[in-house]
């Protein structure tokens, strides 16, 4: 269900027109993709490539035509951040200066199978996209872990290596992966945290996590280390809890959760200590990190994936506005590349994706 204020559902990307978008996103893809080689050394044929990257993922989860390689099923939502005006003292972005500014979003499952169901992982993802009255925008992508398994590109690889299927059985060996996270012990904080993990019944009940670090930069230069993440505003949804019965509830309750009003979630910035890592997603700060009230996101309405304003968005954490800068986390450069990869193949099969009339497979 659209909400009134949403545009009508676009058509599939013309061949015409995407050769013309894809063309003028192409400097932007190779500049990323450049900067993950020269910093990884992936010049180097024996280094980890974002090709080799997105390939792991469709050897995992199959290809599926016009879909994104990971995160594949979703649910586009629009709205706007209202901002608090306390973050303005550590940033210049604009975004924390504006009374509004507007959000083009997108909850999803972590997981490459479009056809997966919402009760198949405990983790939900939010991906927003800020657009400044000055043109600059802010990406990010958000889940509901506290911390990231790994902290390298490399170690990321490898646990989708051990992941992979078998081709004599069809099915992933099961001693590679508790083999992997043996030989990693980092991945503790993310293990305990999955061990209590439930997949919760809507996407408006959880609290979404940066995970990464970037910095904040001020009117006199000033960086200030920070992660950030959204949390839902008391009485706006239940907490998680048992999800329901059935393979789709998640996008049902969101649109009718929306259908009554706007959701809200605080976007909290945790200001870090100068000691406290930058360059490890898979180490948690400590809990006493004091921690600014930046804003208010407002979601108003849904859009399907497939056809809505979120489709053609590559929620590239490293497409910043002037005011925040990226950290010293090679995830960073990584997540940049393996998203613009997946970018150029989907956007290649628009043509493919499925009407909102057709069955599931």
């Known amino acids: 269900m659209v909400a009134p204020s949403s545009p009508p559902d676009r058509p599939p990307l013309s061949a015409v027109s995407l050769s013309l978008r894809l063309g003028a996103i192409a400097w932007v893809v190779a500049a990323a993709a450049a900067a993950l080689a020269y910093v990884h050394g992936n010049f180097d044929p024996q280094r980890l ?3 080799a990257l997105v390939d792991v993922l469709e050897t995992n989860n199959g290809v599926h ?15 706007y951040f209202q901002s608090s005006g306390e973050a ?18 997108r909850f999803a499952l972590p997981s490459g199978n479009p056809y997966a169901p919402d009760s198949s992982v405990p983790i939900r993802s939010l991906a927003l996209r800020f657009l400044q009255a000055n043109g600059q925008q802010w990406r990010t992508g958000m889940n509901s872990m506290p ?11 490898q646990l989708q290596q051990a992941s992979s299927p078998d081709p ?28 209590s993990a439930k997949p ?32 839902p505003e008391t009485g706006e949804a239940p907490a998680p809890g048992s999800a329901p019965q059935g393979a789709d509830y998640l996008e049902q309750d969101l649109t009718q959760r929306l259908a009554q009003g706007p959701l809200r979630w605080r976007l909290q910035i945790t200001l870090a200590a100068p000691d406290d890592p930058t360059n490890d997603a898979s180490k948690a700060w400590p809990a006493e990190r004091p921690v600014i009230n930046a804003g208010t996101l407002v979601l108003q309405g849904t859009q399907p994936q497939n056809s809505g ?14 005011g925040i800068q990226a950290s010293d986390d090679p995830l960073l450069a990584a997540r940049s590349a393996a998203y613009a990869s997946s970018y150029l193949r989907r956007t ?9 009339q057709e069955p599931r497979p």
């Open 49 to 51: 490539t974002p090709k």
């Open 65 to 79: 035509p016009g879909f994104r390689r990971n995160h594949a099923k979703g649910v586009c939502v629009i709205g």
């Open 88 to 105: 303005r003292a550590y940033s210049t972005a604009q975004v924390f200066s504006e009374a509004q500014t507007p959000v083009v979003g």
């Open 147 to 157: 911390v990231f398994p790994v902290g390298t590109p490399e170690a990321f690889y």
């Open 168 to 195: 004599a059985t069809g099915k992933p060996d099961p001693t590679k992966v508790p083999a992997f996270f043996a030989a990693h012990p980092e991945a503790g904080p993310f293990l305990q945290w999955v061990k």
């Open 200 to 231: 919760s019944a809507s996407y408006a009940s959880e609290s979404y996590n940066g995970i990464n670090a970037f910095y904040l930069v001020n009117a006199s230069g000033q960086r200030q280390a920070v992660r950030w993440g959204v949390v």
């Open 309 to 322: 304003q979120c489709r053609d968005i590559n929620y590239d954490p490293l497409v910043l506005p002037n």
């Open 348 to 356: 290649s099969e628009v043509s493919q994706l499925p009407s909102a």
